[in-house]
């Protein structure tokens, strides 16, 4: 529906969910209320953390702060290493900050350090990509491994180590696959069709590096205490000798506090509001202007999102595990449980491929993956895995339906077969190695829950 009627995908999703529930088993009279109910739980499990998202997001790139920690790379890496200082500046900023939001920022960057040296401007727009993509596909707080967390009963904090695990190498390795693309593709240097090219704040103006980092590292810090908390109480083997597990079950409720994701996502966007008051000196009105703007594009992310959950939801409510788990029990892959990983990798790149949307791919992919999970089965490691194989399977055939795609063609001022031969490729690439790496962890570091 979405691709070839041109549905909008909140009314397709929930199109879809209310024909799947219709044919689902079920009283009659329940089958659209159960819709509207699993659209409210998905809604009420990521709602909150997606919306404070958006208004970091923009209050990071308000006061100068994003901006700030962009300057920090150049500065430690060096003009020459101005990719790999752009890579991780997007690497970074995408944990909060939606792709397009990170590459609207930091593609004037990249124009203007093209001006400056002459040189290597494909490789500056697909080093921010590279960083940018990989994060917003496999790290939350990002909608779709959000959700794919809630799908898969796996840990934020855990999502969050897992993911930033396998996103790490792979994005090294797109980074180096993108010198060869530069080397191989001569691509112009245009200007944009506007003379505002979005010039970053004045560097005098910029906030301090450390409190730049705050609305991302601070609930990133408090979501992995309570994950490591929780670790340390029912694992003794993870205890120092001597080391009583009932004291980290004392910490417990607090951490339950601080960790929430809900609360910790708050935290962090009174520290990034605060930033935007101490930095450009607004009044009440426009801060509040300031966090509206960013909410209005956030709802979106949260309609689209919950559909996709209620959609899933639906299919968990067919029944659909038992009709076609025997086709891949985890003993088929000598006992390692690797056919589901294929299974979610290759169901998010059909998605991918058909919708366009990377968020809507995962959402989608992990809600069948978990309806397909019933109690018998073993995976033999930690389910957090499975999130990263449908998450490296939605970076697969990003194309013109797309909007990461004209986003990068666009504000990169490149022709749409430029891209193609670019940014298609490179997301091609980002997804096969963060499956490799994601199928080596699996096997040699399990984590079994």
Not at 416 to 422: C, F, G, H, P, W
Request: net charge neutral; hydrophobic share 55%.
């Amino acid at each position: 529906m979405i691709m070839v009627l041109r549905i909008n995908a909140f009314i397709a999703l929930i199109t879809a969910a209310i024909v799947v529930s219709l044919m689902a088993p079920g009283e009659l009279g329940e089958k659209i209320s159960r819709v509207a109910e699993a659209f409210g739980t998905a809604a009420g499990n990521i709602g909150i953390v997606i919306a404070l998202a958006a208004v970091i997001g923009e209050c990071m790139m308000v006061s100068g702060a994003a901006d700030c920690i962009v300057q920090f790379f150049i500065r430690l890496l060096g003009e020459k290493r101005a990719p790999w200082a752009l890579m991780f500046s997007g690497f970074v900023l995408a944990v909060p900050v939606f792709f397009d939001t990170v590459f609207y920022l930091l593609v004037p960057l990249a124009r203007s350090l093209y001006k400056k040296t002459g040189k290597n401007y494909l490789l500056s727009l697909l080093a921010i990509a590279c960083g940018g993509a990989i994060t917003h596909t496999l790290v939350p707080p990002t909608p779709g491994p959000l959700l794919m967390a809630d799908n898969l009963k796996i840990d934020v904090g855990a999502m969050m180590m897992g993911g930033a695990a396998v996103a790490l190498p792979a994005a090294i390795i797109g980074l180096l696959f993108s010198r060869y693309l530069d080397n191989k593709m001569h691509v112009p240097f245009r200007e944009l069709g506007t003379s505002d090219e979005f010039a970053p704040p004045a560097e005098e103006d910029l906030p301090p590096l450390g409190l730049s980092l705050l609305p991302v590292a601070l609930p990133v810090l408090l979501i992995s205490s309570n994950t490591i908390v929780k670790t340390l109480s029912v694992s003794e083997k993870a205890l120092a000798a001597g080391t009583s597990p009932n004291e980290w079950n004392d910490l417990l409720p607090y951490t339950s506090i601080i960790g929430n994701p809900n609360l910790a996502m708050l935290v962090a966007t009174a520290v990034a509001m605060g930033l935007v008051w101490l930095t450009r000196k607004p009044t009440l009105q426009q801060l509040s202007e300031t966090a509206e703007r960013s909410l209005m594009s956030g709802g979106v992310i949260i309609l689209i999102t919950a559909g996709g959950g209620a959609f899933g939801g639906m299919l968990k409510a067919a029944e659909i595990g038992p009709a076609i788990q025997s086709m891949f029990q985890s003993d088929s892959a000598g006992g390692t449980g690797i056919a589901f990983l294929m299974l979610g990798y290759f169901i998010a790149v059909l998605l991918k491929i058909a919708v366009g949307s990377s968020t809507v791919a995962m959402i989608t992919a992990s809600g069948m993956l978990a309806a397909m999970m019933t109690g018998d089965v073993s995976l033999g490691y930690h389910p957090v895995y499975l999130a990263t194989a449908i998450g490296a399977g939605s970076l697969m055939g990003s194309w013109m339906n797309d909007s990461g795609f004209w986003i990068f063609c666009k504000m990169g001022a490149l022709t749409e077969a430029e891209s193609l031969k670019s940014w298609t490729v490179l997301l091609a690439v980002l997804s096969i190695v963060s499956m490799a790496v994601t199928v080596v962890l699996a096997l040699a570091l399990p984590m079994s829950p």
